[in-house]
């Protein structure tokens, strides 16, 4: 069993930063892609950015490119979003999530997830 706890989330004007972390209990850290995901009022839920189990890769959405970073410690089972210039359009429920054991680092594969924390960005 996997669970995710995510904190960091807050309020922010636009242009400033926050960093999302996300602690996770549960065996094979080392060994399960990590990501956030996110979902704004009226939207579908969408991948904002993965990591590979060792951390050597990494994939984001285009909107959040070169602004957002996604990195984690496998020793303290730890994943982190920094989220540096931020829009309004970034305002959401941020969750963390985590793959099964083997699956390939796909949006569609994450499995466990965290309550989620919230950003909100004001212009």
């Known amino acids: 069993q996997v669970q995710l706890a995510e904190s960091g989330g807050g309020s922010v004007q636009a242009g400033g930063s926050l960093r999302l972390s996300c602690a996770v209990s549960g065996n094979f850290f080392s060994s399960r892609c990590m990501g956030w995901f996110r979902q704004a009022p009226g939207n579908e839920r969408e991948g904002v950015a993965a990591i590979s189990p060792g951390g050597g890769n990494e994939i984001y959405a285009d909107s959040v490119k070169g602004r957002f970073t996604i990195s984690r410690d496998n020793a303290k089972k730890s994943v982190t979003l920094q989220m540096n210039s931020l829009e309004p359009g970034d305002t959401a429920l941020y969750y963390c999530?985590?793959?099964?054991?083997?699956?390939?680092?796909?949006?569609?594969?994450?499995?466990?997830w965290g309550q989620g924390t919230q950003v909100t960005v004001s212009s």
């Open positions: 999530a985590a793959c099964r054991l083997g699956d390939d680092m796909i949006w569609n594969n994450f499995a466990y």
